[in-house]
């Protein structure tokens, strides 16, 4: 486990031997986001960091639980000394604080109504070397599996001739997703898994590609989940496990159904179905 020092916020190398200049106002950011990791003592799993490229473009595509997954992508590059460019919404940049913030960082705006500007701004980005970074589900998972992932991500490695890295994360959930209100609780932990780069192979199509992204994707979560350090208090704190591990989340059906519903302007929302009758479905299901 790894926890934040003050030392690490002070590290003068922290950034490699010769960092950009551009990239000074990222870099306070960064610096900033770690005295706030130090503060909520927050313990960091941090697998497969290696496997982010030194140098080069790459499609950094991760899972989405929480808020901040972001900050747990961006630390896991930090050991290989990269800064992660990640695709946020249109609305994030145009906020009074957040706004200049995101694009003194470079990050890449997305505009659902204009995506065709967003993607040819990526694929511009991994071109000149930069990691992109992506959550291909497009909104964050109240299931807390790996939703449908959209083919932009694939579109980009393609385009831009470079390999998608898988990433994981989880327990950043219990600070801060949605639906749920904001805990600023101290000594979570948050696990973060990095798995080997996927080329694009010579004639690949996107959708193929997307399939091989997903499927590791997957992976990379269960390990995650069924690896990490903590386990629910009680009946009352399975609200951020997943159903198939007895959690009391929506199943991913639901949370489609509530996707759907609340893109219709609907903020009503369906129920997870209640413990003992999952309970019984699935012994129904082993029975058969």
């Given at each position: 486990?790894?926890?934040?020092?003050?030392?690490?916020?002070?590290?003068?190398?922290?950034?490699?031997?010769?960092?950009?200049?551009?990239?000074?106002?990222?870099?306070?950011?960064?610096?900033?986001?770690?005295?706030?990791?130090?503060?909520?003592?927050?313990?960091?799993?941090?697998?497969?960091?290696?496997?982010?490229?030194?140098?080069?473009?790459?499609?950094?595509?991760?899972?989405?639980?929480?808020?901040?997954?972001?900050?747990?992508?961006?630390?896991?590059?930090?050991?290989?000394?990269?800064?992660?460019?990640?695709?946020?919404?249109?609305?994030?940049?145009?906020?009074?604080?957040?706004?200049?913030?995101?694009?003194?960082?470079?990050?890449?705006?997305?505009?659902?109504?204009?995506?065709?500007?967003?993607?040819?701004?990526?694929?511009?980005?991994?071109?000149?070397?930069?990691?992109?970074?992506?959550?291909?589900?497009?909104?964050?998972?109240?299931?807390?599996?790996?939703?449908?992932?959209?083919?932009?991500?694939?579109?980009?490695?393609?385009?831009?001739?470079?390999?998608?890295?898988?990433?994981?994360?989880?327990?950043?959930?219990?600070?801060?997703?949605?639906?749920?209100?904001?805990?600023?609780?101290?000594?979570?932990?948050?696990?973060?898994?990095?798995?080997?780069?996927?080329?694009?192979?010579?004639?690949?199509?996107?959708?193929?590609?997307?399939?091989?992204?997903?499927?590791?994707?997957?992976?990379?979560?269960?390990?995650?989940?069924?690896?990490?350090?903590?386990?629910?208090?009680?009946?009352?704190?399975?609200?951020?496990?997943?159903?198939?591990?007895?959690?009391?989340?929506?199943?991913?059906?639901?949370?489609?159904?509530?996707?759907?519903?609340?893109?219709a302007g609907n903020r009503t929302r369906?129920?997870?179905?209640?413990?003992?009758?999952?309970?019984?479905?699935?012994?129904?299901?082993?029975?058969?």
């Open positions: 486990m790894y926890t934040a020092s003050w030392g690490d916020v002070a590290r003068r190398d922290l950034f490699g031997p010769k960092p950009d200049p551009r990239d000074r106002p990222y870099r306070s950011v960064i610096r900033i986001v770690l005295v706030v990791f130090r503060l909520f003592r927050f313990r960091f799993d941090i697998r497969g960091a290696e496997q982010v490229p030194a140098t080069g473009g790459a499609v950094i595509c991760s899972n989405h639980v929480s808020y901040f997954d972001f900050t747990y992508l961006g630390l896991a590059a930090l050991p290989q000394h990269r800064l992660v460019r990640f695709m946020a919404k249109a609305a994030i940049f145009g906020h009074w604080f957040a706004g200049p913030f995101m694009r003194a960082m470079q990050h890449i705006p997305v505009d659902r109504k204009a995506g065709a500007s967003a993607f040819d701004a990526a694929v511009r980005a991994l071109k000149d070397g930069h990691l992109v970074g992506i959550f291909p589900e497009a909104t964050i998972s109240t299931s807390f599996t790996v939703k449908d992932v959209k083919a932009g991500a694939a579109r980009m490695a393609v385009e831009a001739g470079v390999p998608i890295v898988p990433a994981a994360v989880w327990g950043g959930q219990r600070i801060a997703t949605k639906a749920h209100k904001v805990v600023l609780r101290r000594d979570v932990p948050v696990t973060v898994i990095i798995g080997e780069p996927i080329v694009p192979e010579p004639g690949e199509k996107p959708q193929a590609l997307l399939r091989r992204t997903k499927a590791a994707m997957v992976e990379l979560l269960d390990e995650a989940q069924r690896t990490y350090p903590d386990q629910p208090a009680g009946d009352g704190d399975r609200w951020w496990q997943p159903a198939h591990l007895g959690g009391s989340a929506p199943t991913p059906e639901v949370a489609a159904i509530n996707d759907a519903d609340y893109a369906v129920k997870a179905p209640h413990p003992l009758a999952r309970a019984k479905a699935l012994l129904g299901r082993v029975r058969r």
